[in-house]
T-cell receptor, first 114, second 111 residues
């Protein structure tokens, strides 16, 4: 498809388990963002990649969260030792024109930690 | 104090009326300002961006920016039921930087 693709769309896991969420951005978009959105809240910034490198990872809440983008395209957000408070929709976005701030969002991965 | 603040609503407006949404931000270094619309269960989509003080119009939407007051607003004219959604204000310090979002204002347009 032409849009940002995120998998899985839904993930239910148990507390303490490891989770990976995948994002496939729009072809040619060099910037890739991860946000987290809880019910009734706005998206909360986690990390931003320009190419393969993390340009800003200041939003990662702690060292249980890690993200990679090894070839400058697909990105994986990794969460270790999940906690119930990690439950949220994880949104990935990509951007071509950084000056307009137009982020194209995927449909999100809904994570539920039991 | 949150970096970007919005009234959570809901803002209820009759069909055909003007919906007025407000947003304040705390970082005086903010350079660019954005309004995103998010339908329930869907992802955000960009409506408008504004960089300079004053008004910017696009169809039924007008964004207004006042950097001195650290205030940005969105007007929706001739509101339609299809405008019922959450409207997210977002700011960034410079091109290529992260966008910081407010909590959103839920708008309900009643026929």
């Amino acid at each position: 498809g032409a849009g940002v693709s995120q998998t899985p769309s839904n993930k239910v896991t148990e507390k303490g388990k490891y989770v990976e969420l995948r994002c496939d951005p729009i072809s040619g978009h060099t910037a890739l963002y991860w946000y987290r959105q809880s019910l009734g809240q706005g998206p909360e910034f986690l990390i931003y990649f320009q190419g393969t490198g993390a340009a800003d990872d200041s939003g990662l809440p702690n060292d249980r969260f890690f993200a990679v983008r090894p070839e400058g395209s697909v990105s994986t957000l990794k969460i270790q030792r999940t906690e119930r408070g990690d439950s949220a929709v994880y949104l990935c976005a990509s951007s071509l024109n950084l000056h307009t701030g137009e982020l194209f969002f995927g449909e999100g991965s809904r994570l539920t930690v039991l | 104090q949150k970096e970007v603040e919005q009234n959570s609503g809901p803002l209820s407006v009759p069909e055909g009326a003007i919906a007025s949404l407000n947003c304040t931000y705390s970082d005086r270094g903010s350079q660019s300002f954005f309004w995103y619309r998010q339908y329930s269960g869907k992802s955000p989509e960009l409506i408008m961006f504004i960089y300079s003080n004053g008004d910017k119009e696009d169809g039924r939407f007008t964004a207004q920016l006042n950097k001195a007051s650290q205030y940005v607003s969105l007007l929706i004219r001739d509101s339609q039921p299809s405008d019922s959604a959450t409207y997210l204000c977002a700011v960034n310090r410079a091109a290529g930087n992260k966008l910081t979002f407010g909590g959103g204002t839920r708008v309900l347009v009643k026929p």
